[in-house]
């Protein structure tokens, strides 16, 4: 079954970026940059958001990382960083793309070689927008995962105590056996 949603993932992202390539060809870059811009917000909030996260649930893996090797002196707990962590990583990604494409746009625009290309160009900068756009829906779902873990952990763990106050109300109302 998961061969199979990823096989539909794969074929419905491939159809996107032909149908943004080709449509994007009649799309001038004007239009399209406060997509990118837009995009470049988003892919900033999720960074910051996530570094606010780390910051609050890992403060001791962040003081270790800016701290000299020497001070090292006991092992912290890393679990679950990487996946608070990824992300940031992606997001990073995400705007370190846009912020080229938003530097060789303007050169690309006064190349009189790359003129004759222009159409093609422009399919391609959409197609770069529409895996961008994928790229950034899914790390915020990534993001989404943090939080619904720590939730699913409080819901266990109030369910252990309901259980456990449960048990311990029964054992005070039952009378004592000779």
């Known amino acids: 079954m998961n061969h199979v949603k990823l096989l539909l993932t794969t074929l419905g992202i491939i159809a996107l970026v032909y149908w943004s390539f080709t449509t994007g060809q009649k799309v001038p870059f004007k239009e399209q940059w406060p997509l990118f811009e837009a995009l470049r917000t988003t892919a900033s909030i999720i960074f910051a958001v996530v570094g606010a996260w780390l910051a609050i649930i890992y403060p001791e893996q962040l003081k270790l990382a800016f ?104 054992a005070k109302v039952r009378p004592k056996e000779k």
């Open 67 to 170: 701290s000299p090797k020497k001070q090292h002196k006991k092992k912290s707990s890393t679990v679950g960083l990487y996946e608070v962590l990824s992300p940031a990583l992606h997001s990073t990604a995400i705007l370190a793309i846009i912020l080229l494409i938003g530097v060789i746009a303007p050169l690309a625009r006064h190349s009189l070689l790359l003129l004759e290309y222009k159409k093609y160009l422009r399919g391609v900068s959409y197609s770069m927008l529409s895996l961008l756009t994928i790229w950034q829906l899914g790390t915020i779902l990534l993001t989404l995962r943090a939080p619904d873990k720590t939730v699913r952990a409080a819901d266990i763990e109030d369910r252990k105590d309901e259980t456990i106050s449960g048990y311990l109300r029964n």
